[in-house]
Structures are given as C-alpha cells and as structure tokens.
C-alpha cells in the first residue's frame, strides 16, 4: 500500500459533522437512516457485524442484521441483493492484480468479485494498462493512483488485515508463512529427521 493512500480512522465526531453537512439530520428518536448489513450465521461474522451496529449507532445510523447460512448469504452478495456485507479474502492480497478482481468494471459479479457495480473509467484504464505493461515503475504508479482513486470513492472498506501465525514443530523446515494467509508455504515446506 502506498504510504500516501488516504487513510480513514474510526472518529465518530468527524462522521456525526459530516453526515449533518450532507443532510442527514438525527431525527427525533436519534437515528438519521437504516441500513441493512447482510452476514453469515458463522459466529465471528455475527460479532463483527454487530459491533459495526453499535459503532454506526454512535453517529445516528441504525443497522439492521440479517443473519443467513453461508449459502443463502453468498448466494444473495454475488447476485448484489445488499446494501452493506462483510466477507473476508483468504489469499489473493499478494499481487495488486487483485484490485482489477475486485474493483474493475469487467469484472462485476458474476465476473469477479465487484459485487457493487463499482465503475470508474480513470480505475479502469489504470487497471487495463498495469496488467499490460512489463515497466515495473509504470505499473506501480499505476497501482499507486488506482489506490488513490479507491480510497476517496470508498467503494469497499478494509477494516483489517489478519496475522499470519504459523506455529510448528522444529523438524518441519522452510516455512515462510504469506501475508494472505494462504496454505502456499507447504509447497516448499520439508520434515527432517
């Protein structure tokens, strides 16, 4: 990630001014809007998106859960019948490749992953022209903008990056665990004697 990427820290005052700058006033019982959250019945999907409940709550945004078992869940989120949903990438994080996968508009679900009909044509061609290009400084100023361009149109909100811990007897040798947290380290993982 480039270090001059905008950044976005949890500040409810900051989203309380601007919500009242865009219109959304509190109404009587405090609340300005609903929105709805789609989750898996998986118990860690449930805690965060209740957690996201309470936090939107602090600014005046009721968000309603609705809990569905991964299939129905999943089935719902690639078909875009959401308003808001959280999953979590395992793997994929390593190569910026990802951001065509996820943010591209030739990639709308079923595609790939941009479930949001997210488009922007400034991302795309940046997209478009780093996947083709063997200039390795041109690439990164290209993958440097379209990060650019993805953290002012927020059109998806990362909210963590999961450590990546292996814990393993001595005798298994050459285990370099991925910052994706992919199980690729067994490929050249050995067991000595």
Do not use: C
Request: charged letters at 25%; glycine letters at 6%; a neutral charge.
């Amino acid at each position: 990630m480039d270090r001059d990427v905008a950044r976005f820290d949890y500040d409810p005052a900051r989203a309380a001014k601007l919500l009242d700058e865009a219109g959304y006033a509190r109404g009587k019982d405090g609340i300005r809007f609903h929105m709805a959250m789609k989750t898996s019945n998986v118990e860690e999907m449930r805690l965060l998106a209740a957690v996201l409940q309470q936090q939107l709550a602090k600014v005046g945004i009721a968000l309603d859960l609705r809990s569905y078992e991964f299939a129905t869940f999943y089935s719902d989120v690639t078909r875009g019948a959401f308003q808001m949903y959280s999953l979590r990438w395992i793997g994929g994080n390593e190569q910026p490749d990802i951001f065509s996968y996820a943010f591209s508009t030739a990639r709308f679900s079923p595609k790939g992953a941009n479930r949001g009909y997210y488009s922007n044509p400034r991302l795309d061609a940046l997209l478009d022209d780093a996947s083709k290009s063997a200039d390795m400084a041109r690439r990164r100023a290209d993958y440097v903008e379209a990060q650019q361009i993805l953290a002012s149109d927020l059109p998806a909100i990362n909210l963590w990056y999961r450590d990546t811990i292996v814990v393993h007897n001595r005798r298994l040798t050459h285990v370099v665990p991925t910052p994706s947290g992919s199980y690729t380290f067994l490929e050249t993982a050995e067991l000595t004697k």
